[in-house]
């Protein structure tokens, strides 16, 4: 079955703590994407990218890293420094440019 | 102006009705074109993509694609209660890996 995984489904959120995300697709995309999507809102993107070992910043990326090893594979941390991370992440990914973005199932964060 | 926008509804149809979604975007070099639904506490998943100005057609659904007035519509014909859900319209430029969304538009359909 190919696809996007994404874990845990859950997560929750220490004061002070970092916390990674994991995406990961079977699809062979070269791109991939987070978003946030805050109750009754839109998606906004935090960070994409394009090939291996390159992303780029989106709209929201302040308090969120990335890193891109693997083609499958692109987690995202969300760090200390983001005050308001309780929202649902949404991992995208697609083939290439203006190709369609499939999603993987979310995972939705709360802080404790 | 917002980039992609979208009545944030809730717009309510009878079951068996048409229902019209509409969706404008301010960059006139968008190329690509999307709808898809969300259900409550679920990811999207596509419903349709358009490239072309027209119609597409798959199923009930239909997309319409008008570029000169910079807008895209989504029709479910014969709508459902199952079709109940948010309606994301994604729209993108030329020669970018950026998609920008709308906030959507919630459908309810009336049994």
């Known amino acids: 079955d190919g696809g996007i995984t994404q874990s845990p489904k859950y997560l929750f959120r220490k004061e002070g703590q970092n916390v990674t995300l994991s995406c990961e697709q079977n699809?062979?995309?070269?791109?991939m994407y987070w978003y946030r999507q805050d109750p009754g809102q839109g998606l906004r993107l935090i960070y994409y990218?394009?090939?291996?070992?390159?992303?780029q910043k989106g709209d929201i990326a302040e308090g969120y890293s990335v890193s891109r090893e693997k083609k499958e594979s692109f987690p995202l941390t969300v760090t200390s420094a983001q005050k308001n991370p309780t929202a649902f992440y949404l991992c995208?990914?697609?083939?290439?440019?203006?190709?369609?973005?499939?999603f993987g199932p979310g995972t939705r964060l709360l802080v404790l | 102006q917002k980039e992609v926008e979208q009545n944030s509804g809730p717009l309510s149809v009878p079951e068996g009705a048409i229902a019209s979604l509409n969706c404008t975007y301010s960059?006139?070099?968008?190329?690509?074109f999307f709808w898809y639904r969300q259900y409550s506490g679920k990811s999207p998943e596509l419903i349709m993509f358009?490239?072309?100005?027209g119609d597409k057609e798959d199923g009930r659904f239909t997309a319409q694609l008008n570029k000169a007035s910079q807008y895209v519509s989504l029709l479910i014909r014969d709508s459902q209660p199952s079709d109940s859900a948010t309606y994301l319209c994604?729209?993108?430029?030329?020669?970018?890996?950026?998609?920008?969304f709308g906030t959507g538009t919630r459908l309810k359909v009336l049994a």
């Open positions: 995208a990914s697609n083939q290439g440019r203006e190709e369609t973005q499939y």
């Open positions: 699809l062979n995309h070269d791109a």
């Open positions: 990218s394009q090939i291996v070992n390159d992303f």
């Open positions: 960059d006139r070099g968008s190329q690509s």
């Open positions: 358009i490239y072309s100005n």
């Open positions: 994604a729209v993108n430029g030329l020669r970018t890996y950026k998609y920008i």
